[in-house]
């Protein structure tokens, strides 16, 4: 008898222990393209950085600084252009979205 009662405590453990594991819990919801809009403009940023470091000390001469300085002011615009598009289309989704509810509501009263 008391190895039934211990068998069942010791299935009970176990369960409460595997239940959260097993269980499905939904994770954050990741922004892919946010994260790789944002991780090209920190790499556009973090090379301008360098870029100034670098023709300060002498490693690069004027024509070389003044030519990938432009380069790297494109792509940081570029990116920061992609970045406002993405944020102005998501605002109008949400804008979208109230404004069903909004009518949904008023055609319910």
Known sequence: MEIVVVAALALAGAILVALPIVRAVPGPVLDTRGDELNARKRAALEALVDLEAEHAIGKLSDDDYEQLQTTYQAEALTVLDEIEAA??????????????TRARLERET
């Open 87 to 100: 944020g102005d289309s998501a605002g109008d989704e949400l804008e979208a979205e109230i404004a069903a």
